[in-house]
């Protein structure tokens, strides 16, 4: 099939493009440098600068990834328009586009956040839960998640994929987290009872593979694995995995003068678990935390 992927070039977009050109579909990927795409997806997979690039050529299935990394840096008023435009603008795009078409895909897979429930305390989270808070990055998920709802009014099953914390030793989000590890300071963040769902890079890429495929999915899904960890938990288990210390604990005040609001990411958490993944009979391959973060760095 034709797939159209944005946000292609990213951890997660990388790998997929890898995945499905290995099992033989065709790929386009919009870029604001699609002169690059063919070096960081795969010589194979093709570049467009805008959807209007890609002219009557039908696409069977739109993945909707893109947008701005959400932690790399304070919530300035700047920083938060940036954030919002890559995800909620640019699906607002894709919609008015799909409404164009003549030939609509199938499908629409779009990326979202277990951000979306807030901080969830101690309490479990299925796709049945409401947002239990609402903070910056929640209301960006809530937003995301409705516009993207909007191609069901099209004829496309939608599909939502609210992701944990993804373990690759490709970047993303555990490589900040690794790095003041290599310098043997790390440790647990606050008071290190906030919950992380993770999801293994491989599990990721296979859980959605199984979303497009199977045609009764539709709504959120958790893309998490089944057993969510605390961060004093995480930070053990990322030191062993490292061979480094975990005895270098960041309170809370430092890191709400460092970042701002942006710190509720780190010291709030959820415990989100894949209830409808497991429901629909997907196998999760890497379930224990411990296993999947030496396989990261094994390979790494």
Not at 134 to 147: G, H, K, M, N, R
């Amino acid at each position: 099939m034709h797939i159209l992927l944005t946000g292609g070039t990213g951890l997660i977009g990388r790998s997929l493009c890898k995945r499905w050109l290995a099992d033989g579909h065709r790929l386009s990927v919009l870029s604001r440098r699609p002169d690059t795409v063919a070096e960081r997806c795969g010589p194979a997979v093709h570049g467009v600068g805008s959807l209007q690039a890609l002219g009557d050529d039908p696409v069977d299935a739109v993945v909707n990834l893109a947008g701005a990394p959400i932690a790399d840096r304070p919530w300035t008023g700047h920083r938060r328009k940036l954030l919002w435009a890559s995800r909620v603008s640019l699906t607002e795009q894709l919609l008015a586009w799909l409404g164009e078409r003549s030939q609509r895909p199938s499908v629409l897979i779009s990326g979202s956040a277990v951000g979306w429930y807030g901080d969830g305390g101690q309490r479990e989270l299925t796709e049945a839960s409401g947002p239990v808070s609402e903070d910056f990055a929640s209301q960006l998920c809530i937003a995301w998640e409705e516009t993207a709802e909007r191609a069901a009014e099209l004829g496309l099953r939608v599909v939502l994929v609210r992701t944990g914390l993804v373990l690759s030793g490709e970047g993303g989000m555990l490589a900040r987290m690794a790095f003041p590890f290599r310098l043997g300071l790390g440790g647990r963040l606050g008071t290190g009872r906030q919950w992380m769902p993770w999801v293994h890079i491989d599990d990721q890429i296979a859980l959605i593979d199984f979303l497009l495929n199977r045609e009764g999915a539709s709504g959120p899904y958790n893309a998490c694995s089944p057993h969510p960890v605390r961060n004093r938990e995480f930070v053990q288990r990322l030191g062993k995995a490292l061979r480094r210390p975990a005895l270098v604990p960041l309170p809370e005040s430092l890191l709400r003068l460092a970042l701002g609001e942006m710190a509720g990411l780190l010291l709030g958490g959820q415990k989100a678990l894949p209830q409808r993944l497991l429901e629909a009979g997907f196998v999760f391959r890497h379930s224990d935390l411990q296993a999947a973060l030496d396989n990261v760095f094994s390979h790494h």
